[in-house]
């Protein structure tokens, strides 16, 4: 059993940054493949980015460039380094755990999200 809770979100201006956190407990962190989802109002849930176990990274086109996911084993720590943030990043970002490949809608663990908003 894996539990995750996010936190870092907040409102912040266009232009600038924020560090989003995932933090897991169990023993088995490093073991799952992790990701960032987010979902705007009225907007389907999309991928953000991933890390496999291995390290191995992927991003969405929309922040490839901008975001950088990282994990942290010794920690239990899933981050999301959000730079140069627009208004079309505003949602709740939730953090992801699957044993297999990970997947929008379904995943093994799903934390509870942190609501990003950005203003213009």
């Known amino acids: 059993q894996v539990q995750l809770v996010e936190s870092g979100g907040g409102l912040v201006q266009a232009g600038g940054s924020l560090r989003l956190s995932c933090v897991g407990t169990?023993?088995?962190?490093?073991?799952?493949?992790m990701g960032w989802f987010r979902q705007a109002p009225g907007k389907e849930r999309e991928f953000v980015a991933s890390?496999?176990?291995?390290?191995?990274?992927d991003y969405a086109v929309s922040v490839k460039g901008r975001f950088t996911i990282s994990r942290d084993n010794a920690k239990n720590t899933l981050y999301l380094q959000m730079n140069s943030l627009k208004p079309e990043d505003t949602a709740v970002y939730r953090c992801?755990?699957?044993?297999?490949?990970?997947?929008?809608?379904?995943?093994?663990?799903w934390g509870q999200g942190t609501q990003v908003a950005v203003s213009s």
């Open positions: 992801a755990a699957n044993s297999g490949i990970l997947a929008t809608m379904r995943n093994d663990y």
């Open positions: 169990g023993r088995t962190f490093s073991s799952y493949n």
């Open positions: 890390i496999t176990v291995t390290g191995s990274t």
